[in-house]
């Protein structure tokens, strides 16, 4: 049952570009949608997140748009840099939960420079 | 700045073997986590743990596993009888909020192989 769904297994993007990372849920009951980065041989770091009441949060380079009606997130990242190249994980707590916190099956970023 | 640490970061055992892995949580966080990521496969939920009992365990936590906070730093994931499919990266993680939000602080993973 896959909750959480992030259909690209990689992007790849030119240093100083947009880069467009993409995630679709099924549970409309979500309160929260977050996104995680993870670099190889460590753990997920969070990134972001936003509120389902919201449609937009940005934090520096670093926005997600929620469109509710189209269970659909995305993660933007402009200008994109190199140090960016990392997994990108799509999450959302399931809700009442006390942990558990349901995970897409990631995107890997390539920034070039 | 603080961090989650887990150790072993990575042990390979015999099928059958008892293993245990230890993380130690950010000293003011009061939730804590243990997730999973088999090779290939989505980040899974194990279980939540706060007061010094679980809040929250998913299908795969079976008889097999269990966790304890041993003293007030360590946090530790055991698996009693490891069987092939336990093979995984395992990751600890803490939390300071309620309600839970999804805003996790994680270790860097013990690679667990069973052979």
């Known amino acids: 049952d896959q909750q959480v769904k992030q259909n690209s297994p990689s992007l790849s993007v030119q240093e100083g570009r947009i880069s467009i990372l993409n995630c679709d849920y099924t549970?409309?009951?979500?309160?929260?949608f977050l996104w995680y980065k993870k670099y190889p041989a460590e753990g997920p770091t969070f990134l972001i997140s936003?509120?389902?009441?919201?449609d937009k949060n940005e934090d520096g380079r670093f926005t997600v748009f929620l469109n509710k009606s189209a269970k659909h997130l995305s993660l933007h990242i402009v200008p994109s840099q190199p140090g960016d190249s990392a997994v990108y994980f799509c999450?959302?707590?399931?809700?009442?939960?006390?942990?558990?916190?349901?995970f897409g099956k990631g995107t890997k970023l390539s920034v070039k420079p | 700045e603080p961090e989650v640490t887990q150790t072993p970061s990575h042990q390979v055992t015999q099928m059958g073997q008892e293993v245990i892995l230890r993380c130690v949580p950010i000293?003011?966080?009061?939730?804590f986590y243990w997730y999973r990521q088999i090779l290939g496969q989505k980040v899974e939920f194990l279980v939540s743990f706060y007061n010094n009992e679980i809040s929250e365990k998913s299908e795969i936590f079976d008889d097999q596993f269990s966790v304890e906070r041993p003293d007030g730093s360590n946090f530790t994931l055991k698996i009693r009888s490891t069987k092939l499919e336990d093979s995984a990266m395992y990751f600890c993680?803490?939390?300071?909020?309620?309600?839970?939000?999804?805003?996790?602080?994680f270790g860097e993973g013990s690679r667990l192989t069973v052979l």
């Open positions: 936003i509120s389902s009441i919201k």
């Open positions: 000293s003011n966080h009061l939730y």
């Open positions: 993680a803490s939390s300071s909020q309620t309600p839970f939000t999804g805003e996790l602080f």
């Open positions: 549970n409309s009951m979500f309160d929260y």
């Open positions: 999450a959302a707590p399931n809700r009442g939960s006390q942990g558990n916190l349901i």
